[in-house]
């Protein structure tokens, strides 16, 4: 299933990333599964970097990624306990991203769309870190079906038309002009920062 375009239309904007979070993805996994109607998929990325250096007056931590690569990263306010940011400490990342649709057949729902977000950050004194969540819902109207490409098309609250690409050409059969979508696409993003291994003697 091709949601790139729906992805698009739900995620207006990302997760509120935690500033010292790594951007090098050495681990990804995605799953699918499919059922009459119903769709989901999941993707969750793994990152760790190092802190090669941190300079209080800007705010500016540089991390290493495995690759060698370093990042210039400004910790905003809302990274709390940066005097607790040490060269040497790993920054683990995980991501996780998740899309579910599932068909209203000749639904009548109020076409919309709703957002949730909330941020847990590192209580004070404790090393920086913190989950932050975002969770769009939307419910939108089918006004196209071409079985012959596989394509669904929605329209949302905006009057905004989607086409969505489905793979498998079972579940285009189900669907009709009329029917109804509902979509949650959800996002976190969780960040820890592990203490540097003692010097050794």
Same mark, same amino acid.
């Given at each position: 299933m091709r949601v790139s375009a729906l992805l698009a239309a739900l995620?207006?904007?990302?997760?509120?990333?935690?500033?010292?979070?790594?951007?090098?993805?050495?681990e990804t996994s995605t799953a699918v599964s499919t059922a009459p109607g119903k769709g989901r998929m999941v993707?969750?990325?793994?990152?760790?970097?190092?802190?090669?250096?941190?300079?209080?007056a800007t705010r500016t931590v540089v991390l290493k990624t495995p690759d060698g690569k370093t990042h210039p990263t400004v910790a905003g306010d809302e990274v709390r306990n940066f005097d607790q940011i040490k060269v040497g400490d790993q920054v683990?990342?995980?991501?996780?991203?998740?899309?579910?649709?599932?068909?209203?057949?000749g639904g009548k729902a109020l076409v919309g769309r709703s957002d949730n977000a909330s941020m847990? &950050?590192?209580?004070?004194g404790g090393k920086p870190?913190?989950?932050?969540? &975002?969770?769009?819902?939307?419910?939108?109207?089918?006004v196209g079906v071409?079985?012959?490409?596989?394509?669904?098309?929605i329209r949302n609250d905006r009057g905004e038309v989607i086409d969505l690409h489905l793979n498998d050409p079972e579940q285009v059969k189900l669907v009709k002009t009329g029917d109804q979508v509902e979509a949650t696409y959800t996002e976190a993003l969780a960040v820890a920062l592990d203490p540097a291994a003692p010097a050794k003697k």
């Open positions: 995620a207006a904007a990302a997760v509120p990333a935690l500033a010292i979070a790594a951007d090098y993805q050495p993707t969750v990325v793994t990152a760790t970097a190092t802190v090669e250096s941190v300079d209080p683990k990342a995980k991501y996780m991203e998740s899309l579910t649709l599932e068909l209203k057949k847990d &950050r590192a209580p004070q870190g913190g989950v932050a969540l &975002r969770e769009v819902s939307m419910t939108a109207d089918v071409d079985a012959q490409k596989k394509i669904v098309s």
